[in-house]
């Protein structure tokens, strides 16, 4: 604190030189031998020097240095608390700039003007985030300024804006064109607004319209096969009824295919066998859906064939339990490590704010020539070419809660790999597992599960490249906060 009170101080003096001397000390390791059991320290993340070189830096022009800055403060403190309110303004601002709009929204919502003078572009990241936080009245704002730059898109979340006010008639009216124009999840929540309106037969032609490999599309299945059986006669509804569940059934084959992640508390009732995301909202970088397949060990004797489906907060969390020992879910995520800050970057400009390669200089803020951003098909990743540490900051964990750690990976077999680390308030590694990617020279989603323990206070993210592996690369990288389906 010292060091950075004195940078603040010549900073306030237009000695910037010397204040940078200083501000460097205040986020610097200490040079006495490193503990064997820690990886990081606290004194690198030390959040009021960051902020104060985060907003330096803004000032200067350096956006990249800035946000950087930004992201290590966010490891030990909460920016948007007020203790920090000083620096609201140069963290909306770089965020913004940066178009990392979750982040953003932490500090302050735009004005009309700002939002006039965004493209279309980021109209379209800005309503995901607002979808995905349930901020309906932002979105309502989004929404009206996105229709005159993508109708579909803007359509949709007009619908979503409408159907979460309880405006049935409205909703049904947007989604129907949203719907028609092929946006994604728009059939499913058509299908919501013709219940509520009344209008089951309608209904069960909107969920039968939802594409298949759609994340809501089993639940879908599952509602449209629950209302023929309420509404319709037993000669007419049951034919239809039975090829609903078999798409049901079809579509939960289907995702058990996937790769399925590695439990870690095997004896717990529920184990996770596989998930899916939406990589449409995973690039938006706010709260994105994922279907999740569980396997129930100890299920009920009486299940229903189908049993309850269970919808809330506007279709924002869906259970389905298929038979006694099956249990889907789909659940708006947020995740808790920054990959879209690699997602929205350029080839040339070399940073991963969030992320700390260990192995160039033990605490350098960007890869040096054994990491690059590459991109393909206008898709960026992470190449790594040599073995390194590549880190997330940590991330504060609950007790008791699961966490899923994934993401796509492509390099010789077993070569490449997603770690992670459990550790306590001291940084000393509790727990760790790693999970290798198993296609050569294709990309192979792999994933692990954990559910934190009492001592845990942070997890953090490594991505693994063994000796002589080639290059290597990482993209959709994610942690997750899983909540358990509530079953009886």
Known sequence: MAYTVYGRVLLECDRADEALEQLTKAVGVRMEPAPSYRGTRKAFYFAAARLTLGKYYLEQGKLPDAVANFELARAYAVPADVEYGDYHAALYEAYAKKRLWARALEFRQPTDEELDALDGQDLVLLARVCEGEKDWALAER??????????????????????????????????????SGGRVHAAFFLGLALEHKGEPEQAVHAYARMPSGDLYRPFALARAATLLQNEGSETTAAPARDEFLSQLDSEIAALRQTKQPVPQDVYHRLTLVAFTASPLYFESGA????CILWRDKKPSTDAEPIASLLVSDGGNSITLRRNAETVLQLEWVENRVNWQSISL???????????????????????DYAAQIEHEAQNYYLSINRMTWFYSVPVPVRHGISYLVAGRLKGPQNKAGLHWQALDDEEHVLAENTVYGDMPGAWDRSASYFRSQLDWDFARVELCVAPQAGPVAFDDVMLVEVTEPDIK
């Open 142 to 179: 989004v929404a009206e300024r996105l229709i005159a730059h993508d109708v579909v898109e803007g359509r949709y979340l007009l619908g979503r804006v409408e159907l979460a006010g309880e405006q049935y008639g409205e909703a049904a009216a947007d989604l129907e064109q949203a719907a």
């Open 287 to 290: 709260r994105f859906p994922i």
């Open 345 to 367: 970057a350029a080839t040339d400009v070399g940073e991963a704010p969030g992320w700390i390669d260990t192995a160039r200089d033990w605490f350098g803020l960007r890869p």
